[in-house]
């Protein structure tokens, strides 16, 4: 009954599932607040280049893609806070450039590397050593608490940024920190969905919230469980059926939000009902 967890690979698969899938909405959820959920798209191709990096100095792939979309993700918010370039012009200059990056890196970097970064565009969860499972856990970690104990700020600037600067909130270091924040996001949730799909963790869960959460804290928690249950079944189910885990998981969050989106507008429908009668 419980084979898929025989195999090595498949403990190591469901952890980095768990821990990403519970994280990756905790960021997420202030991105939507902000109007910025292709923030993660656009790191997610300056990670790109970091993970190009890390094949062509043949060291840890995660841990350059750490560093290069931390760099991005605060040059990105310097951008919007200094110069006049618009959010959605600034994201655009970085998916584009981290495309170029990591195309030009890779043509310096062996041949096998072409092979080897199709798991990072993807995922590849079957192929998640222990080395890249102590750097998830540890990265989830430290989102997890961040966003647990700066909720309130994080809330304050997502909400209304001028009254939060007026109240003295450290406004543009606490929007450098979501972007760092993002970028690491979406370097951990690389090896689960892959790059290319990384957003859909970080969002799809919090607008299948937004659905029926009636509170900020309450479409948080269901974000996040939305999250870590769509990853672990995406797993188990690829296992039984050879799927591709990352695919099969953002298919099931999207499935999930046409669920909730038919459970809430049937809510509205009882309640106006009841309102009626």
């Keep these: 009954m419980f084979e898929f967890l025989e195999p090595a690979f ?40 970091g993970v190009a990096l890390g ?21 990105l ?39 080897n970064l199709l798991s990072y565009l993807f995922g590849s969860l079957t192929t998640v050593s222990r080395l890249d499972i102590l750097i998830i856990v540890s990265l989830a970690i430290f989102i997890f608490f961040t966003t647990l104990i700066l909720r309130k700020p994080f809330f304050a600037l997502c909400h209304d940024s001028e009254f939060a600067q007026v109240s003295g909130i450290p406004t543009k270091a606490l929007s450098i920190l979501l972007a760092v924040m993002t970028a690491v996001t979406v370097t951990i949730a690389m090896r689960v969905v892959g790059l290319l799909l990384v957003s859909a ?21 269901m974000a996040s469980f939305i999250g870590a249950t769509t990853a672990i079944t995406g797993v188990i189910l690829s296992f039984y059926f050879d799927l591709a885990p990352g695919a ?3 298919v099931l969050v999207i499935l999930i939000f046409i669920v909730m989106i038919a459970a809430a507008a049937l809510s509205r429908k009882l309640n106006a009902s009841k309102e009626m009668s």
């Design 10 to 49: 498949m403990q190591r698969a469901l952890l980095a599932a768990f821990v990403v899938g519970l994280c990756a909405p905790l960021v997420g959820i202030f991105l939507v607040q902000r109007r910025l959920s292709l923030m993660g798209d656009g790191l997610g191709h300056i990670a790109l280049t």
């Design 77 to 115: 918010e310097l951008i919007r806070s200094y110069g006049n370039t618009s959010g959605d012009l600034a994201l655009a200059i970085l998916f584009y450039g981290g495309i170029a990056g990591g195309v030009l890196l890779i043509g310096l970097s062996a041949k096998q590397s072409n092979v």
């Design 248 to 250: 099969l998981i953002v």
């Design 55 to 75: 094949f062509l100095l043949q060291t840890n792939p995660v841990v350059t893609a750490v560093i290069v979309a931390s760099i991005g993700a605060v040059i």
């Design 201 to 221: 963790l970080m969002i799809i869960p919090v607008a299948s919230a937004q659905q029926l959460g009636k509170s900020f804290s309450g479409t948080r928690l």
